[in-house]
């Protein structure tokens, strides 16, 4: 799977206050720190681009009414993290959401959002590589959303076990049999096709 989405350090104290009294600069020092993440949590749970996208501007808003509760003492991500899976979440439990996920041909390719690298030395591998991201992504699509999100947290975002509890508000232990049955299952769709 994919390198885990990092950010740099933690937003300072007075940053986080600011953010908190809705200071315009504080607030998009705190958007831009984790909009990287947004997008591709976001992303990697929806599976479309355009639904990450419209999915981040909600997550945006949902942070902006929020701030004011901000607890200053503590890092903003995992609060970050919990916002945008409730989000897609919300997306999921949407009508015309189910409605577009069954009217998808089945041969249909899941847009990877995933580009080549211009300069690539080995095209071949590059490509490879775009085709594997690609049917693990599928892969993950297939997932009920319970274990997407978990797989999601822990192997693209690299958070531990217990920060994927805290976010989806499940026990410690039933975050690890989840992802336990979510790679299991990846096993099996991936079967034959990964090599």
């Known amino acids: 799977m994919d390198q885990p989405t990092r950010v740099c350090g933690p937003l300072s104290r007075e940053t986080l206050e600011g953010a908190q009294r809705r200071d315009p600069e504080a607030l998009g020092e705190l958007f831009e720190r984790h909009a ?5 949590l976001a992303y990697r749970l929806l599976g479309e681009r355009a639904a990450a996208e419209d999915a981040m501007q909600e ?28 989000v897609c979440r919300d997306v999921w439990r949407s009508a015309q959401y189910r409605a577009s996920r ?43 959303p319970t274990l997407r999100v978990v797989v999601v947290l822990h192997e693209y975002m690299g958070l531990p076990h217990q920060e ?7 026990s410690h232990t039933a975050v690890r ?18 090599s």
């Open 102 to 144: 069954r009217s998808r041909p089945i041969h249909e390719e899941v847009d990877s959002g995933l580009t080549l690298a211009a300069h690539s030395a080995d095209p071949e591998q590059a490509m490879l590589k775009s085709e594997r991201e690609r049917l693990v992504q599928e892969a993950i699509m297939r997932l009920p």
């Open 36 to 40: 990287d993440r947004i997008y591709d």
């Open 164 to 170: 994927v509890a805290d976010i989806v508000g499940a």
């Open 177 to 194: 049999k989840r992802h336990s049955r979510a790679l299991a299952k990846l096993g099996r769709f991936l079967k034959g096709t990964l």
């Open 59 to 86: 997550v945006f808003l949902k942070i902006y009414r929020g701030v004011p509760k901000l607890d200053i003492e503590r890092d903003p991500a995992p609060w970050v993290l919990r916002v945008t899976q409730n």
